[in-house]
């Protein structure tokens, strides 16, 4: 099929390089040159595991292009929106860039074709989506909903092999159209309305943060109650109804996705005149998370005045070079303005943790070693596989107290090595 992807950040470039992937013939369109600039020569402008090899191979055999120009959309019979939606000062999510595409598609788009809203949008978006497309476009078309379910870090994986595709339209046509797209995938697909379709995903995003919340909750408790949280959500988990995974307590939820959509879903209930408290109460555990793991750093180092600590990832999660709301932001300055030093190393994300400006009076270090190296206490605050290669005994020339967020290792094991190890809900 021919497919126009609008939008190359994340979502949109997983889509547009995993359907040419898939056999189509993909136009990704993005109104930031530079960006594009960078694709076109091959470059990535996001690191994302599997997709660099994707994008030139089929940039090579001539199924994937990419461009500035809106009017490329004309010869696609699906339009992909995948722009941005950025949280407003209120907390609800800015739909302009939408909006934007929306009156661009209505100014040029000369034939039929399926118009998806791809980014994640409040519900009833689509349906104002259609009003601004009808009042400019002389031609016939239809507007579907067919929300990502990406991790980044993981997006090309979850792309081919997905749970489920949900596909959210009132047109039996365009219905057709993206089942035979999806097709290859051998995925069950949703049939839904639009408005079904919408809430599913602000549904599924509220319902895995509520599930992080809860596993913190009980870390304060067992941490209080001497019990492991590890093995008490395990327990909780084997229930097939509750399910194991996405239970884990740390240092609380970041990234680009869950905070905005979390609040951006509770301006939707709020408008809708529904109780959104469940959802206000999993937002303040989060926010008080990071307060948590450092309050529990200044109860064992006492002063940190002069103190310095190093630290083990930046990164709101391993596998990403992304540092959008890390929890590592409010740690790492509040650390700093009781006085710490901090020494910080992420394998990946170093170059986006440099711009950031709360981490202007830390100092960055190109290795593991280099942050371990005289440090008064460890700090791991991204869960990267290669921080359990770590040289203990290189630490133990250091120092021997670990704060581990993320509860990577063993506590026994590492007590018995000689080391003060405080992690998460482990007493
Ligand atoms: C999330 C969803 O998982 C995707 O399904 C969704 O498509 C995406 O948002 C989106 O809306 O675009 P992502 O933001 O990439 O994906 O990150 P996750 O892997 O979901 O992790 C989110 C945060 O939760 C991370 O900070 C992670 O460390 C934390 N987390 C995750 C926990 O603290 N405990 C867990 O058990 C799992």
């Not at 219905?175 to 049939?191: F, G, Q, R």
């Not at 070693?369 to 005994?393: H, K, S, Y």
């Amino acid at each position: 099929m021919k497919v126009a992807v609008i939008g190359t950040g994340y979502v949109g470039l997983t889509q547009a390089a995993c359907l040419a992937e898939l056999g189509n013939e993909v136009i990704g369109i993005d109104n930031n040159s530079s960006k594009i600039q960078m694709l076109n020569s091959g470059e990535m402008p996001i690191y994302e595991n599997g997709m660099k090899p994707i994008v030139i191979s089929n940039m090579k055999e001539g199924r994937l292009k990419f461009t500035t120009d809106i009017n490329e959309i004309n010869g696609s019979q699906i339009i992909f929106i995948c722009v941005g939606t950025p949280p407003g000062s209120d907390g609800k999510p800015n739909l302009s860039y939408v909006e934007n595409v929306a009156n661009q598609i209505g100014n040029v788009l000369k034939h039929y074709a399926v118009i998806v809203e791809k980014s994640t949008v409040p519900v009833r978006t689509a349906d104002w989506m259609k009003l601004i497309l009808r009042n400019k476009l002389k031609t016939d078309f239809d507007v579907a909903v067919n929300p990502e379910f990406l991790r980044e870090g993981t997006a090309v994986d979850d792309f081919f092999y997905p749970d489920r595709i949900v596909v959210g339209t009132d047109s039996p046509k365009a219905d057709a159209v993206l089942s035979e797209l999806y097709k290859p995938l051998n995925a069950p697909i949703l049939h839904v309305s639009l408005e079904s379709a919408e809430l599913i995903k602000h549904g599924s995003n509220a319902f895995l943060a509520m599930k992080i919340s809860y596993a913190n909750m009980f870390s304060r408790l067992c941490e209080k109650a001497g019990a492991d949280v590890e093995t008490v959500m395990k327990g909780i988990g084997l229930d097939k109804r509750i399910g194991e995974s996405f239970f884990r307590a740390g240092i609380g939820y970041g990234g680009f996705c869950f905070p905005k959509d979390l609040d951006a879903f509770v301006s939707v209930l709020e408008d809708h005149n529904v109780d959104a408290s469940l959802l206000k109460a999993v937002k303040k555990l989060n926010d008080s998370q990071a307060e948590h793991f450092v309050n529990k750093i200044v109860s064992v180092m006492g002063s940190l005045k002069d103190k310095r600590i190093g630290v083990l990832g930046l990164a709101f999660k391993a596998g990403t070079d992304d540092m959008r709301l890390a929890p590592s932001i409010p740690i790492i300055s509040k650390l700093h303005s009781l006085g710490a030093n901090i020494y910080a190393y992420d394998p990946k994300s170093m170059d986006n943790a440099k711009a950031i400006d709360e981490f202007k009076n830390i100092n960055f270090v190109s290795s593991m070693c280099q942050a371990v190296e005289g440090c008064d206490a460890l700090a791991i605050l991204t869960e990267w596989p290669e921080f359990r290669d770590l040289d203990f005994n290189k630490v133990k020339e250091s120092t021997n107290l670990i704060f581990d967020g993320r509860n990577m290792f063993n506590i026994n094991r590492m007590r018995s090595a000689g080391f003060s190890y405080h992690s998460i809900g482990r007493k």
